[in-house]
């Protein structure tokens, strides 16, 4: 994995923010742990969990299972019975006509190759735990390679703000002696986030331009904007979970796919239903995207506050 920069997204946030540095009773945020085993890496802040990312043992797609507010409260719920494949926090389109997001008919398997780094740092008092993973998009049946990923994900917990912030980049390029892929997809198609049962019909989207959105079908929305958020009840505790569109993604604002009957769901989505992507060979497909945990119902613009600070970041 490329180096972190000296200038880091947590240490700019932190000083963007006027957080102080570490003192007596924020000490536990500066022990940063990436914890890596057989099936998955975990990543703590002292005694609090921040996230767990599963690499190994899945059939189909590796991902983020469990990422959880400052207060210890788990927002995500994995391979449900409705929906077997919602895996938590995960990424997945359709390449060349290769459904990775459905995992039935011949779906394509995202296949794990290595760890480029895993990553513990602690500089100038700033703590953050990350690593960077190589992914081959392959074909169902014959394991072909379509689209080769480089996916960083670094976590870290804000002490002033009361923060969990998960940076998730993923670049794209065809596989080797392909000249482009074709990225298409449903409308929710992209990095999509299952809630747990508790935050199902009883929260409120809110996003960074107060849009009301478009109905697609039922319950369903789709809504343009730099951010899009949702605060509900999880476990009998309010919290509230915004997803960031960085600036320099593709067909920046991201449209957002959400819905909150029967079940609640979140997707930031390139509108991959209406127009089609093309990955070409030497020109990379950057995506990068944040998700952001609070305990309670922050203001517009504390959100969009946290919101511009993490998009004037350098890339991971």
């Given at each position: 994995m490329e180096r972190f920069r000296t200038t880091t997204v947590i240490s700019w946030l932190l000083a963007a923010l006027s957080i102080p540095n570490v003192s007596a009773d924020n000490a536990q945020t500066n022990q940063m742990r990436a914890a890596m085993d057989k099936d998955v890496v975990n990543v703590t802040s002292g005694e609090r969990v921040l996230m767990r990312y599963r690499y190994n043992?899945?059939?189909?797609?590796?991902?983020?299972?469990?990422?959880?507010?400052?207060?210890?409260?788990?927002?995500?719920?994995?391979?449900?019975?409705?929906?077997?494949?919602?895996?938590?926090?995960?990424?997945?389109?359709?390449?060349?006509?290769?459904?990775?997001?459905?995992?039935?008919?011949?779906?394509?398997?995202?296949?794990?190759?290595?760890?480029?780094?895993?990553?513990?740092?602690?500089?100038?008092?700033?703590?953050?735990?990350?690593?960077?993973?190589?992914?081959?998009?392959?074909?169902?049946?014959?394991?072909?390679?379509?689209?080769?990923?480089?996916?960083?994900?670094?976590?870290?917990?804000?002490?002033?703000?009361?923060?969990?912030?998960?940076?998730?980049?993923?670049?794209?390029?065809?596989?080797?002696?392909?000249?482009?892929?074709?990225l298409t997809?449903?409308?929710?198609?992209?990095?999509?986030?299952?809630?747990?049962?508790?935050?199902?019909?009883?929260?409120?989207?809110?996003?960074?331009?107060g849009k009301a959105g478009t109905v697609f079908r039922g319950e369903e929305l789709l809504v343009r904007s730099r951010w899009c958020a949702y605060t509900a009840e999880a476990d009998g505790k309010q919290v509230t979970v915004a997803m960031f569109d960085h600036?320099?993604?593709?067909?920046?604002?991201?449209?957002?796919?959400?819905?909150?009957?029967?079940?609640?769901?979140?997707?930031?989505?390139?509108?991959?239903?209406?127009q089609p992507l093309k990955v070409i060979a030497g020109k990379p497909l950057f995506l990068r995207y944040a998700v952001a945990i609070w305990d309670g119902s922050p203001g517009k613009d504390e959100i969009d506050n946290l919101y511009k600070l993490w998009a004037a970041t350098p890339k991971m």
């Amino acid at each position: 994995m490329e180096r972190f920069r000296t200038t880091t997204v947590i240490s700019w946030l932190l000083a963007a923010l006027s957080i102080p540095n570490v003192s007596a009773d924020n000490a536990q945020t500066n022990q940063m742990r990436a914890a890596m085993d057989k099936d998955v890496v975990n990543v703590t802040s002292g005694e609090r969990v921040l996230m767990r990312y599963r690499y190994n043992g899945v059939p189909y797609k590796p991902y983020v299972d469990r990422l959880l507010s400052p207060s210890g409260v788990n927002i995500l719920l994995d391979a449900p019975a409705d929906h077997l494949h919602h895996h938590a926090l995960m990424y997945a389109v359709t390449a060349d006509g290769v459904n990775f997001w459905e995992e039935q008919q011949a779906p394509g398997r995202q296949v794990h190759l290595k760890f480029d780094d895993v990553k513990v740092d602690n500089r100038d008092d700033v703590p953050f735990a990350g690593f960077s993973e190589q992914l081959d998009w392959a074909k169902p049946a014959s394991g072909e390679s379509l689209l080769i990923e480089k996916r960083t994900i670094e976590a870290t917990y804000l002490p002033g703000p009361k923060v969990t912030l998960l940076t998730w980049q993923s670049v794209f390029k065809p596989a080797e002696g392909k000249e482009s892929v074709t990225l298409t997809g449903a409308h929710y198609h992209g990095l999509g986030l299952r809630f747990i049962r508790s935050m199902d019909t009883n929260g409120e989207f809110r996003n960074a331009d107060g849009k009301a959105g478009t109905v697609f079908r039922g319950e369903e929305l789709l809504v343009r904007s730099r951010w899009c958020a949702y605060t509900a009840e999880a476990d009998g505790k309010q919290v509230t979970v915004a997803m960031f569109d960085h600036p320099e993604n593709q067909r920046h604002p991201a449209t957002w796919f959400t819905m909150k009957t029967p079940f609640a769901y979140l997707s930031a989505t390139l509108n991959l239903h209406e127009q089609p992507l093309k990955v070409i060979a030497g020109k990379p497909l950057f995506l990068r995207y944040a998700v952001a945990i609070w305990d309670g119902s922050p203001g517009k613009d504390e959100i969009d506050n946290l919101y511009k600070l993490w998009a004037a970041t350098p890339k991971m």
